[in-house]
């Protein structure tokens, strides 16, 4: 065996175990984005479960809930 072969069976070598790591690579960047994106969504449902509110709260006794409109005057909205 020369060197010649040596040096033909060590690129072949090194083409391979490149390839095979941007294979792994691939499969590894694949795999995180499943995973954080599975996060993403449960953390999204779990947040959303207590804000949500199914029905109207009943105002303090003795008052109602009213929506009321602002009135603003452009006297008030001024720069100083």
Not at 20 to 25: A, E, P, Q, Y
Not at 41 to 70: H, M, N
Request: aromatic share 8%; proline share 2%.
């Amino acid at each position: 065996m020369n060197i010649q072969q040596l040096e033909q069976m060590a690129m072949r070598a090194l083409i391979f175990e490149a390839a095979v790591g941007v294979i792994v690579l691939i499969l590894l960047f694949w795999a995180t984005y499943y995973v954080i994106k599975a996060g993403v969504r449960d953390g999204i449902r779990e947040a959303g479960e207590g804000r949500r509110a199914q029905s109207k709260p009943t105002a303090p006794t003795g008052y109602r809930w009213a929506l009321v409109k602002d009135e603003t005057t452009g006297q008030d909205i001024h720069a100083d």
